[in-house]
């Protein structure tokens, strides 16, 4: 039996509770109760089709992220992102990651390794948008504390991520990669996915398409920001847009850390404590993290539930299972 899943499970479960042990405890939950009662409805809808343009926004991302590797329509990516956010809110550890690039790897024949590339490179432009979001909207508000060395540790972490993303794009140019390269011969398995690997990773060495990916991570993180701004109105919490963002970006920084189900805990900690930051009112913050949380998972499982009807679990290409050292199914234009 693999011991490593069933750790990184009981971890993130821990991580949950302990957050949602900090969460609760001396919070009003009679006043969050009757703020949540009072929700306008109609906000709180318009946050649900904004949290959709954002999945869209998302979707398109990376399917610009995958062009130059293979020519998949935007449809089917729609779907395979929305089961991975629908794996994510059932699954620790946001492994749902690794069912939309099974999904892809097995409708479309591209090889997974090289869809985890895209996945990885995709996950950095997210970070470095939000420390950016998280940066501009500190020195706007003047917030600091906890919350600023958090948002300064996501800038360093995205820094340490870009330098790796920047050697593994030029990893065949390293000095010493011969002796490397003799070693691993042995492997052969181990060399092809590292090729596909790389060559899903080495999409952002192309200018076109990192700009088309950061001018979709821009419009979703625009749509994320007003949905947390509508929601917020549904409750009677007026936020700013600096406010909404920082808010954002906080959680999206906090899903980092490794937790149960749909960051269970540690979403609506960072929610919680960052409205309370910018100045929001204990009850009305807990209830603010608690609607938007809410919201998330509504949309991503009836939006995957649909993706899931329509695509089901099995699909007809196996040539996935074994890595194409190309990584590609056909290359475009």
């Not at 596909?196 to 990192?210: E, I, K, N």
């Not at 499982?301 to 679990?313: E, H, N, Q, Y």
């Amino acid at each position: 039996m693999r011991t490593g899943p069933i750790l990184r499970a009981l971890v993130g479960a821990v991580i949950s509770i302990a957050a949602l042990w900090f969460v609760l405890s001396g919070s009003d939950l009679a006043k969050t109760g009757d703020i949540l009662r009072s929700a306008d409805l109609r906000w709180v809808a318009f946050g649900f089709v904004l949290l959709a343009l954002d999945l869209v926004f998302r979707a398109f991302r990376w399917q610009r992220l995958l062009r130059p590797i293979a020519v998949v329509a935007y449809r089917p990516m729609l779907g395979y992102l929305l089961i991975g956010y629908l794996a994510n809110n059932v699954l620790p550890a946001r492994l749902g990651e690794l069912v939309r690039v099974h999904y892809l790897g097995d409708r479309e024949g591209i090889s997974r390794a090289s869809a985890l590339g895209t996945v990885v490179v995709e996950r950095i432009v997210d970070l470095v948008a939000v420390v950016g979001i998280a940066t501009v909207a500190l020195f706007v508000l003047s917030v600091r504390g906890v919350v600023a060395n958090a948002v300064f540790v996501g800038a360093a972490v995205a820094v340490a991520f870009l330098v790796v993303l920047g050697l593994a794009i030029v990893a065949h140019r390293l000095p010493g990669l011969d002796r490397i390269r003799a070693i691993a011969e042995r492997y052969p398995r181990i060399i092809d996915l590292a090729r596909s690997l790389q060559g899903g990773l080495a999409v952002a060495a192309r200018p076109r398409t990192l700009g088309e990916a950061a001018i979709a991570t821009g419009l979703s993180w625009m749509m994320a920001v007003l949905a947390f701004a509508a929601v917020g109105q549904a409750i009677g919490v007026q936020l700013s847009i600096g406010q909404a963002a920082l808010i954002a970006s906080g959680v999206a920084l906090a899903s980092a850390v490794p937790a149960g189900p749909s960051n269970l805990g540690t979403f609506d900690l960072a929610a919680q404590e960052i409205a309370k930051a910018v100045g929001v009112e204990p009850a009305s913050a807990l209830a603010l993290a608690i609607l938007v949380h809410g919201s998330i998972l509504v949309v991503t499982s009836i939006g995957g539930a649909i993706a899931f009807a329509r695509l089901g679990w099995r699909g007809g290409s196996e040539s996935s299972e074994a890595p194409d050292p190309s990584g590609a199914r056909g290359p475009a234009a």
